[in-house]
Every structure is written in structure tokens, then in C-alpha cells.
């Protein structure tokens, strides 16, 4: 039976028009089957107050071989989970977010609606650029700046230093600032990019900056915060939006409140951080300049993250006109051991942007499972590397990479278009529909290797970039990835953009990334459609992305294959990453195509 003749269910508009129902409210639930795998009857079944409850479904209409079940769904909890429970000739099966199963599954892979309000309209359909300020582009002002004592000048063609062991590692600077990003926005442009992410601007000992020594300004290496104002004018002036990069989970070792913490015990901003009688202190992962706050401590939540007074709430405002915020180590912010606040911390950042900014956005940054914490009220979403980059990673890598693993002891398997088709339903389920919609959609960024290096072949990351625009979520595209450029880890991934070099450049992979996100931009099908698998094997991934505006196939091969026989009628190529398109029929090399349906 063809995958696209199984039930099917998800949150976008075709089966859920209503995804944000009011309190106390209902929404009605649509699935879809085929009369070729009968379904007699169907109720969906969720939980009163954690107590299961069953709604029996009936059938709306017949569309050919095509039957539409619809049941009204209360709403009573602020998350709603729900599954649907199928009986028919052959028995009784259950169809979850996780897809269809024949035995009697946890709640852990349910559908879920929410209250809460879901990502900005900005937020969840535009495109993402990531900027390491030091290593994108130096404008002549750089030079006027003398080098501080902490660090060691590099010129820009000067190779990375990126071992972690290696003390140059951190201090190496390249001397990029803010107004050489404003001189480079035109290309962020032809990318197709429509938000700017910068990692943290504040001052620090350090070419990351996430050692932060006061939150109350912009490092005068970039520019200080005139420039840092120039370039959220700028960004704002062509309609796009700007992020900014805060590390709630802790400061750096020079920062104004825990040097003040560290010389008086009796300081109110002691019980901050999480001091040890010994006065040593509790720190990231055992680096000792970046001290934990302690955010049990409601002085530190108004200071950094609650009310209008905060840190998160000032840079809302003038000059500096963020518009939302990428959360540094949001999954171990507000946790240490029996302490676990992390919630009240998501909740605080979330309810004091939608002050500042209503339409401001929140996203999280966490490297393995964030299910945990995508509630809705807190984190519109997170950096997708396990529901996105890792399953993506795994089909694609070249097994002689030698990029470094990330998150693991080694790096990830070469693994088939069936185990990769399975992660991306199960971490899509874990996240739920308006989570996965507004998550970063990562192939790498600062922290891990890029994915030229991983995959090797240029049209593999072309492929890579092509799933990256086309599965659901938020194409986030680290500065470099669209021409090219490589690195083993994080660190050497934070090469400088080779500007003054462009014969270097990829030109072929950089049109493909304007391409894919001018199609993302024109078809709301490849922003906001179902995801309804239609084939897949150990090469091959083929997706429908349905809506009501128009439907798209998506076709990726990472190797030639046989032809595939589906029930659809295909229309124009819509995009694609090689010049000869591939799609159902035979092809004889990889590649990724976007068919009109």
C-alpha cells in the first residue's frame, strides 16, 4: 500500500483550521483515509483533566478514494493532547503524531493544541541568517581600534585556532564589528534571509562574547552601541527583523555582578550566583569564567529576565530595537541538581518580550531533547538539532568526513532513508506541529562542524539545504554555509567570510540558497502545509507539503535510483538543487526537487 493512502492527521490548516482555540473553547479535527485501507469507524480521544475521554468522528465528505472524518475537539487544558482510535476490518489501530501503530501507544507521541499564542507570523515564515560578528566583516572603522591585552590579533586570511585545548582558541580576534554586517547586507539579501541572528554583541574577554562583562551595552570592539543601533535600522529598514543573543544561564567571570558578588559576601547580588561556602562557585560545565546565575533568586529574574526593567526588556527599546531573542543554553538555564526553574525562567523571558514587543520572538537553544520545555508558553521554539540536523547529518555524511561529532562521543552513523524518515516523525511528534513550525530548521552553526564538511559532496549540500527549506520549520542558515565553507568542529567552522576572495566562493550553492528560499517565500504550502510522506527507501525521502492555497512533492535522492510509481499528477518544476531535476521517475545522481502537485 502506498504511504500515501494511510491515514492521516497533523496540525496544519487542512486538518486543523483552528489552531489556537480559546480557553475552555473547541476546535474541529479533520482526518483523512482511503478507501483502500477501510476505516469503519474513528473517535478521537483525549485527556479531561489527565482522565482519557473519547469524541466519536464522522465522516464530513468522499473525495474520490478519499474519505474526511471530523470531530470537535474541547480544548479544557491549556495543552491539549489527542490521538485518534481507528477501527475497522482488520482491527483496531491508533494514528498519532508519530504516525500509525497497532498497539496501544504512551500519550508521549499524541497531537497537541494549545491556548497559548503560537510564533509571529514573522517568526515562523521567514528565513534565518546567523552572524559571528568577529569573523563576518570589518568595516575601516575596525582599524581605528586598538587590539585589548586579552586578545590575539589575526589578520583576516590568518587560519582558525579552534582546538579546545589550545589557550589561543577563545582569544584569537579577527576584528569583524557591526558596521561591516550593515556593508554586507545586500548579500544576506541574495541569500534570501528576512531575520538577522548575531551571536552576543555585549562586552567580553573573549572572540564569542558569551563571557559577558555587563549586559548594559554593545562591546566597543563591534562598533559599541551606536553601531549596533545602525545596524537594527538598517535591518528594520529593508522590513526584516533582528535577534539578539542572551546567555540567561550565566555570565562571564569579569561581569559587574559577580565581581561584585565574588568581593561581599553580603551583597544582595551574592545569592545571584550559586556560591559554596568555600566561596568557590557552580559554572558551566566546569569553565570556570562562565559563573551559573541562580535564578531560584528572584533579584537575578528581575535583573536579567522579568519586567520592564530587565535586560531581556531594555534591548526591546531604543537604540537598540531587537525584536526577540535567541536564548543561550536555554535547557540548563535555571537548573542545578534538586533546583529546577527553568519554566519560570521561559515563562518570565516569553511574558516580558510580549510586553515590550507583542509580535516579539523567543527561541531557545537546546542540543538534544527540548519536548520537555516547548509547553507553548514559554519558547516559541528551539534550535532543531535533533529533530532536524542530526537525522539530516546521518542520511547524508559522507563516512569519511572529518568533521568531529557534536553532542556524542563519536560522530553520527550513515543511516537510511527509513530510520531518518522515522526520527523526523518522532521528534516532530515529541515537539508538536506549532513547536517543529517555528523551530530553527539548523544544518550547523558556531557550535559544530558545517555541513560541507559533513556531507563532502557539493550536491549533497545542496540536497541538505533543500530539506533544510522544505520540511517543516525555520530554514536557519549559519553565514558561509551558502557559499561553501567548511570546518571539522564549532570553532573551526567560525572562519572569517572570504569577502576579498570570491573566487573561492561556491556560486552554484549560493544560487540554490536564494532559490529555495525565493520558492519558500512564494508557496505557503513549503512554510505552512501538511507533511504527508509519500515514498521512502534507503536513498530516497518524498513529501507532500499540502494546503489550501496549493501543494507542492518534494523529491530528494542522495544517490540515483529507480523510478517509484504515486498516485499524483505532477505539475512544473517548481525548484531544484541540480540542473536536472529529480522526482518519481528514474535518476541516475542525487539532488532534491520541489514539484508543483
Known sequence: MSLLNEPHHDGSPLYLPDDRPTPDGTVAVRMRTHTGDPVTAAWVRTTYDAEPVFHECRIERRDGDTVWWTAQLPAHNPVTHYRFLLDGPDGQRWLTAAGLVEHDPPDAFDFTVTWHEPAPDWGRDGVVYQVFPDRFARSARADERPTPDWALPAAWDDEVVFELDDPRTAVQLYGGDLDGVVEHLDHVADVGATILYTTPVFPGESNHRYNASTFDGVDPLLGGDDAYARLSAAVHARGWRILGDLTTNHTGDTHEWFLDAAADPASERRTWYHFRPDGSYECWMGWQSLPKLNHADEGVRRAMVAGADSVVARWLRPPFDVDGWRIDVANMTGRLGAIDVNHDVARDVRRTVAEGRPDGLVIGEHNHDASGDLEGDGWHGTMNYSGFAWPVWSWLRDPASPARAFGRPVPVSRRPGGSVQRA????????????????????????????????????????????????????????GDEIGLGGVAGEDSRRPMPWDRPETWDRTTLATYSALARARAEHVALRRGSLRWAHVDDDCLMYLREHPAGSVLVCARRAGGRAVDLPLELGEVLVSTEDAPVGPHASEHPGLTVWRV
Open 424 to 479: 523526523l516523525r518522532e521528534w516532530q511528534a515529541r515537539y508538536g506541529w506549532r513547536a517543529t513550525g517555528a523551530s530553527w530548521n539548523v544544518l550547523g552553526s558556531h557550535d559544530s562542524a558545517r555541513i560541507r564538511t559533513v556531507v563532502g559532496d557539493p550536491a549533497l549540500h545542496r540536497l541538505a539545504a533543500g530539506l533544510q527549506f522544505t520540511l517543516p520549520g525555520v530554514p536557519m542558515v549559519f553565514a
